[in-house]
């Protein structure tokens, strides 16, 4: 099976977050990692190819300290990667890298495509779904687990309060994968060796920008949430203090 | 992130910090780690804190299973196998790339001393002084975990002075074994190894090492020591009582085992200077944990000044550590990339580029232990009461940290080395030392002079590293024309000239990196190299003067104290005001960073 792998650099989980200037972002200078969904959209595509033999191809989207994400999924066992190298591919909505991937992906058969659920990031957990729709393909989300049909693959799906469900659908699909299902890997030093000897092929903002559209999503304001705390006295006899206990609990905190 | 002056490929001359200056792009830095090292980091970061720390508890408990189970994880990831080369199943990757893991695995004591003594000390006889039989037969098993190694020199009685051992070996009348009877003390992951590199003289006369399987009949291990720290780590004494091993065994030549002794633990020092650095990032990460939850007077601890002192400190340390270590390792792959791989003189080749830099790795084996025990001791204090009990980390990384003072060469020895061996390089004329050292004293009793002075953010410090440098030469030189070849019989004027040594080499380290760093903006850099020159000079002032009161009298002695004042003339800076910037930055970042 040919199998591509959609991955994103987002900021380190731990890493204190401090906003842009404009207050739309969060600043660069932070340290990054492989968004944990697409860790484990890897994985299960690198088990597929273990199983049933092909190729997985990593694509990402982001300025030349994405394409770390791309080395370590090379060096992990992917095949070969595709950078959309561009800082302005950064500030896309989901619409838009979808497209972008979309276009460049165009011309090259996949069987499979695989996202992580959503990116740890925006949290959007919609672009595999519109690339889906893009390509006119079907697609399945929170993906738990991948068998092989002849007819085409059957998935099992996380729905909620511990129910599953299982989809039996033809290839080719996108499926967007849910973290935890398999256990990670480490890239080892002799895959690490071997990646930089990988195909990494390149493609420019200018490349990709026919197929892209004014941003239909916008961050307008970001914050960070304020922490208050405030002391109110509730004056008056017991009873009457009583009364209005409760009905602070009720109507302004909420919990009773 | 590509470097912003490329690593140049000349080869350094080991020893020549004395009397050289560097330029930027001879120095090798951990911003200068390529992204397949990067990848290295990242690899051996996980496993350590996914796969050792979580089970450490375990470990400690002398889990010898779980012990050797890690070690097939580890080698699985090729982690046992930097330094094998690739026909034997090994990485075959550079230095950097074996201090990068000696440095990454180190965040839980017990294991980094197993792993070291069997991917080192177990394994690397074998890959430098094998031949293409022993190799063959051994290296693939060592790099797959399948056998663990060990290395069995010291005796009851004889460690630092290793040449003095009583194990014999005397070969069987058939001329098919040599019959080994004798014992060896504190050896590590004897309790569960299967092949032990063990030195014993042959006919009671010529030193010489010897490949032994656990299984060759006449071989015993004895019971477990009880240690201070690195309890999960096995140290058992090994009872050689007519112990048979086959002649084939014999590892390099009979009476040259020395060769092989010395330049195990050269070849080792440098990644036991990187595990120090590594395990000072580990404690600082605890302490800077604790201190962000605890509250002492309505106020987090981390709030305190003299606390954030302490974490300052720890970060300056890990700073300076990375510099020197990664400036060594760099120098040696540079020399290394010189050799032809598939000549017959490859390994001796090997052997010698690494030999080069003796001076330097004990350097960082000295630094590296001294600064780790500085670390855990200030994580036990910011803990307080609780840095004393044993269900917190700080505890057990304390007395685990003891011991890398102590082995592969006490810091003693290596102090000894230090000096030795850059006098021995000087009389010799391999280092210009003598010239340099003429010219100095030519200089100073000329009375000042006017320099060119250094520029940049960096220049009093450019100023302070060049004067240090004087400071060694000066007093190296009044040491010798004192004492002249009988000086290495004083050992406390070796040591304190030894000290002045270290400290210029790794503030200069630290100065060089953040020079280099500095296009880029490096405030944080530039404070911690700050604070790190200031109190190397407190050390360096403190031994030059106890080696000056020791050598001269009278008049004699007022001369030189002059010239010595002159040369340690520097604005004080206000370490206060550095130490604050850095602790914050760390701080609030829950970890050690460099910008």
């Not at chain 1, 990402?60 to 992917?78: H, I």
């Not at chain 1, 961050?219 to 009905?247: D, F, M």
Request: with cysteine; proline share 3%.
């Amino acid at each position: 099976m040919k199998i591509l792998v959609c991955m994103k650099q987002v900021p380190q989980k731990d890493a204190p977050l401090k906003l842009n200037e404009s207050g739309t972002w969060i600043r660069e200078d932070v340290s990054y990692e492989v968004n944990e969904p697409d860790a484990y959209a890897l994985e299960e595509a690198l088990r597929q190819k273990e199983k049933h033999g092909g190729e997985v191809v990593v694509i990402t989207a982001g300025p030349a300290r994405a394409q770390q994400v791309l080395r370590e999924a090379l060096a992990k066992g992917a095949d070969r990667a595709i950078h959309l190298e561009d800082a302005g591919f950064v500030g896309l909505d989901a619409f838009n890298t979808a497209r972008a991937f979309a276009a460049a992906i165009k011309d090259q058969p996949f069987d499979l495509i695989f996202t992580g659920l959503q990116s740890d990031d925006y949290g959007f957990a919609q672009t595999g779904v519109i690339l889906a729709e893009l390509l006119g393909w079907p697609h399945a989300t929170i993906i738990m687990q991948i068998e092989k049909k002849d007819s085409g693959i059957r998935v099992k799906r996380e729905l909620e309060a511990g129910f599953f469900q299982y989809v039996d659908m033809p290839i080719p699909a996108v499926l967007t994968i849910q973290s935890g299902i398999n256990k990670l890997r480490y890239a080892t030093l002799i895959g690490i060796k071997q990646a930089k000897n990988k195909p990494m092929k390149k493609v420019t903002l200018a490349e990709a920008q026919s197929a892209l559209a004014p941003n239909l999503q916008q961050i307008r304001r970001l914050y960070i949430p304020e922490k208050t705390k405030k002391t109110e006295l509730l004056q008056g006899g017991a009873a009457e203090v009583a009364k209005k206990l409760v009905e602070k609990l009720r109507d302004e905190a909420r919990v009773i | 992130m590509a470097t912003a002056t490329p690593v140049s490929r000349k080869k350094i001359t080991g020893g020549s910090f004395l009397i050289e200056e560097r330029q930027l792009d001879e120095v090798f830095t951990p911003e200068d780690f390529t992204d397949e090292h990067r990848q290295i980091a990242q690899t051996t970061d996980e496993f350590a804190l996914k796969e050792i720390a979580p089970v450490a508890d375990k470990l400690e408990k002398k889990d010898w299973a779980l012990t050797r189970e890690l070690l097939t994880k580890a080698s699985e990831l090729g982690l046992t196998s930097v330094e094998v080369p690739e026909t034997y199943g090994g990485m075959d990757m550079d230095k950097v790339s074996a201090a990068i893991v000696a440095e990454r695995i180190a965040k839980y004591g017990s294991f980094v001393v197993t792993f070291g003594a069997h991917s080192g000390i177990g394994t690397l006889p074998i890959v430098y002084f094998g031949t293409e039989e022993q190799k063959r037969k051994y290296l693939p098993k060592l790099a797959t975990a399948e056998f663990v190694g060990a290395y069995a020199l010291s005796e009851s009685s004889s460690g630092s002075d290793a040449l003095n051992c009583r194990t014999k070996a005397v070969l069987s009348p058939d001329g098919k074994h040599y019959i080994l009877n004798g014992e060896k003390m504190w050896i590590t992951n004897a309790s569960f190894a299967d092949v032990f590199i063990i030195f014993a003289k042959v006919d009671g006369e010529k030193f010489s090492a010897f490949i032994v399987e656990k299984t060759f009949p006449g071989f015993a291990v004895g019971a477990e020591e009880h240690k201070m720290g690195i309890r999960g780590s096995s140290t058992c004494p090994l009872i050689l009582n007519d112990c048979k091993v086959p002649v084939e065994n014999l590892l390099g030549e009979i009476g040259k085992g020395h060769i092989i002794a010395f330049n195990i633990l050269n070849l080792g020092r440098f990644k036991l200077g990187a595990g120090c650095v590594g395990g000072a990032r580990t404690a600082l990460q605890d302490a800077i944990a604790y201190a962000k939850q605890r509250k002492a007077f309505n106020t987090t601890i981390s709030q305190f000044g003299l606390i954030r002192e302490m974490i300052a400190d720890m970060a300056v340390d890990i700073w300076t550590g990375e510099s020197a270590v990664y400036r060594t390792v760099g120098m040696m792959d540079v020399a290394l990339s010189e050799i032809d791989k598939g000549s017959p003189d490859a390994t001796r080749e090997t052997r010698k580029a690494i030999e080069e830099y003796a001076v330097e790795c004990s350097i960082i084996k000295v630094w590296g232990s001294e600064a780790l025990d500085r670390a855990v001791d200030a994580t036990v204090q910011v803990y307080g009461g609780y840095g004393f009990v044993e269900e917190y980390p700080a505890e057990r990384a304390y007395r685990d940290s003891r011991v890398n003072r102590i082995f592969e060469g006490t810091n003693e020895i290596n102090r000894l080395i230090i000096t030795g061996f850059l006098m021995k390089r000087a009389m010799t004329g391999q280092l210009p030392l003598m010239p340099a050292i003429k010219r100095l004293m030519d200089e100073v009793l000329g009375g000042p002079s006017m320099s060119e002075t250094p520029e940049g953010p960096l220049a009093a410090e450019k100023a302070i590293v060049a004067n240090a440098k004087k400071i060694a030469l000066f007093t190296a030189g009044a040491a010798s024309q004192k004492y002249m070849q009988a000086l290495v019989d004083q050992q406390e004027i070796m040591g304190a000239l030894a000290d002045i040594i270290i400290e210029t080499y790794c503030m200069e380290s630290a100065v060089l990196r953040a020079e280099k760093l500095a296009e880029r903006g490096a405030e944080l850099a530039t404070a911690m190299t700050q604070v790190y020159v200031a109190r190397a000079m407190v050390t360096i002032e403190a031994a030059a003067r106890k080696v000056i009161a020791a050598i001269a009298e009278g008049d004699m002695l007022r001369t030189q104290m002059a010239i010595l004042r002159r040369l340690l003339k520097y604005e004080p800076i206000n370490t206060i005001a550095l130490r604050e910037k850095i602790a914050a930055r760390v701080i609030e970042q829950g970890k050690y960073v460099t910008a």
